[in-house]
């Protein structure tokens, strides 16, 4: 059931669990708890939509390196960011996880080994399709006689979802699931202990009127995004310092995200088999991305192979406005809906289309292709993981706070720098030379890139992949929570979501963070209440 704090009172059941957050990770974790028999509450800042009143809770300060995603990429509606992202899912991989020389000097409390089974346990819950690699008979048959092989890479297909918005994924179990209610325009404002501490007894949350409420349950998971979570914990801090977080310098700390930027342009010497290799494939109406990451073999213990890249292609074509707009009517069309689009702009992308319709359609139907002739250039872009720092954090600034109350978050964004460009440069040279000595292409690198010019990160951006604030620690002075995703010194507080990652890996983090989310579903499924 879905209930408006605008206009109804919080539901006065008990509730074995209480999530902060209505997005990604909160309504698969609040999903799969009930089907197990929990009585869940999901507290959900916004509305059923985006609304001007719950957005302007985004405002932050940002001290450090420029970052957009801290306003452009916080969705504050149920759903949360799912309604703003396009569904691209991307596992990490073994290294990610292990200690590394100059990233890393503890490995993550828990192994990839651990969490590959809460991968594919989310590929089902979300009917992702199945995984295509070189060892898969069916992706042999669209690169033609064999998987393609770019020497010292693996390429990788990334899945997306066919409906990423996961309230609408969600909509039958949300309205209409027993013991699952969620509460609309509910903004948590702090976290309530009992006086030994070690217990949350309750949150507050506010009203629109400026008055607020209590929330009482058993267990409490914070899932209300990376940002939102260390400004909970923090404020809670502030407010009651016997909190056993109170005194954890890695509440907040540890922020990263991930480097976007291009690397060089890329000439084809091959260009049927280049766009056969590299243009994104939909089969069985499922997208999948193909990207490029250094074998494991491949990688050493030299500074420019510690920190993990990928790699994609970007096709500038004279069509791909009409095209992407075009895609959007479609989208909108088959969730039931209309185009924003006039029809006079619906016909004009129709006939900026001109000739490409014919082999768009060849490529769709025979190749399983999403066409473009890339006929304006086509780049490397590369996703760059960070080197995680101790000193890129989030903080409070007790002198400006929202309309109920809380101090606003500031976010002081810090990269290593060098460590990142020779990642990078590194990266760009290898699938130069990879792509040329398969005959596919040359890559002329970014000048500045070439030489190693910290001045090139000037031209990198990030990716809305927030991480960190709350990372997974041995032990309270290594972390924020435990293997489990506990709040240390805690006995039924819980953290869901990136803001629990120690590093970054190369790839959207959603996956992840929904696969330890349905690790933690599990594991609260299991565990007895303690009174």
């Not at 346990?121 to 295509?132: S, Y």
């Not at 039958?172 to 013991?179: F, G, K, M, T």
């Not at 700390?253 to 049927?272: T, Y």
């Not at 250094?294 to 510690?306: I, K, M, R, S, Y």
């Amino acid at each position: 059931m879905i209930v408006d704090l605008n206009h109804s009172s919080p539901p006065d059941t008990a509730h074995d669990v209480v999530i902060v957050g209505g997005g990604t990770v909160a309504l698969l974790l609040a999903v799969l708890l009930e089907r197990q028999g929990q009585r869940v509450l999901v507290l959900e800042t916004g509305g059923g939509s985006f609304e001007a009143p719950a957005q302007e809770l985004n405002h932050a300060t940002v001290t450090g390196r420029a970052h957009t995603g801290i306003s452009m990429a916080r969705g504050r509606a149920l759903g949360g960011t799912s309604n703003l992202w396009g569904g691209q899912l991307t596992g990490f991989v073994p290294s990610d996880f292990e200690a590394r020389e100059g990233v890393s000097d503890a490995p993550w409390p828990i192994t990839y080994q651990d969490l590959l089974p809460w991968y594919e346990a989310v590929a089902k819950e979300l009917r992702l399709a199945d995984a295509l690699d070189e060892n898969t008979p069916q992706a042999r048959k669209l690169f033609g006689d064999r998987y393609p092989d770019i020497p010292g890479f693996t390429l990788f297909l990334t899945r997306w979802l066919k409906e990423p918005a996961m309230a609408r994924y969600f909509r039958e179990r949300l309205q209409n699931a027993p013991n699952l209610t969620v509460l609309l325009h509910a903004h948590v404002t702090g976290l309530d202990l009992a006086a030994d501490g070690e217990r949350v007894t309750s949150v507050r949350v506010a009203r629109a009127d400026g008055t607020s409420t209590a929330i009482q349950g058993e267990r409490f998971v914070l899932a209300n995004g990376t940002i939102e979570i260390a400004r909970l914990l923090l404020a809670s801090a502030a407010e009651q310092p016997h909190a056993p977080w109170a005194g954890n310098a890695w509440v907040g700390a540890g922020f990263q995200d991930h480097l976007e930027m291009r690397g060089g342009r890329v000439h084809l010497l091959d260009k049927p088999r280049f766009l056969r290799t590299f243009q994104n494939i939909v089969l069985g109406g499922h997208k999948y991305q193909p990207k490029l990451r250094l074998n494991t073999e491949a990688t050493t213990a030299g500074a420019d192979a510690t920190l993990n890249v990928t790699g994609y292609f970007a096709f500038e074509s004279s069509i791909s406005e009409h095209l992407q707009h075009l895609k959007v009517m479609v989208k909108s069309l088959r969730r039931g809906g209309l185009s924003h689009q006039g029809l006079g702009d619906m016909l004009r992308h129709l006939r900026g289309m001109g000739s490409a319709w014919v082999p768009m359609i060849v490529q769709y139907l025979r190749h399983h292709r999403i066409y473009n002739p890339a006929d304006r250039g086509v780049w490397l872009v590369m996703h760059a993981e960070q080197l995680p720092r101790h000193d890129s954090r989030i903080t409070l600034d007790h002198q400006r706070r929202d309309r109920f109350g809380m101090p606003l978050a500031v976010l002081d964004w810090r990269i290593g720098g060098q460590p990142e460009v020779r990642a990078m440069a590194a990266f760009v040279r290898r699938v130069g030379d990879s792509l040329q000595a398969a005959g596919l292409a040359r890559v002329e690198i970014d000048a500045l890139l070439d030489a190693e010019d910290a001045r090139v990160l000037e031209h990198a951006t990030d990716t809305y992949h927030q991480c960190g604030g709350a990372r997974m620690g041995h032990h309270p002075r290594d972390g924020v929570v435990d293997s489990e995703l506990r709040v240390f010194g805690t006995s039924n507080l819980f953290v869901a979501g990136a803001a629990v990652f120690r590093t970054s890996s190369y790839a959207n983090p959603t996956f992840t963070a929904m696969a330890l989310t349905a690790r933690l579903a599990e594991q609260l499924h299991r565990e007895p209440v303690t009174a």
